[in-house]
């Protein structure tokens, strides 16, 4: 999948887990109105409607739970290949960066990796919704940081 793919995925995932939230939301909002309703009113009759109404509303949040739950792994999985994308582009001059070469004037791979995480930043940025952009941000500085910090113990605990 590509970056453009990906991210389109995570956005509509988030959507999706913000609108199902919202459906659920404005659901326990009505059956709480008819239950004030009903208190009022003193009516056998839509007391027992209320009741076929909670009882369809335990299923209906149930099933709506699940899918928000969904919804929101979607998003992180998405957000988890994006940065599996951009760790095995970078992989092999990241891999080289605690090698015999890594001090040599003229080296660049520091400059490599960090001019190309630096691009697909800026191209997700672009694509992706603020609120999932942050996550990738945050997951793809963890990735990178545990990569650095497994190729400094590898390279000095010799």
Do not use: P
């Amino acid at each position: 999948a590509s970056v453009e793919q990906l991210c389109l995925a995570a956005n509509s995932c988030s959507v999706y887990h913000s609108e199902a939230s919202e459906v659920v939301r404005i659901v326990e909002d009505k059956i709480g109105f008819w239950d004030l309703a009903a208190s009022a009113s003193g009516s056998l009759l839509i007391s027992a409607s209320l009741g076929e109404a909670r009882a369809g509303l335990g299923r209906f949040e149930k099933l709506m739970r699940s899918s928000i739950l969904r919804f929101q792994r979607g998003s992180t999985l998405c957000v988890s290949a994006l940065v599996g994308l951009i760790l095995r582009d970078v992989g092999e001059v990241l891999g080289g960066l605690f090698g015999e070469d890594w001090l040599l004037e003229g080296n660049r791979c520091v400059e490599t990796v960090c001019a190309t995480i630096h691009d697909y930043c800026v191209d997700t940025a672009e694509y992706l919704r603020w609120e999932i952009y942050s996550r990738f941000l945050a997951s793809l500085f963890d990735e990178i940081l545990h990569a650095y910090l497994t190729g400094l113990y590898s390279a000095y605990s010799d």
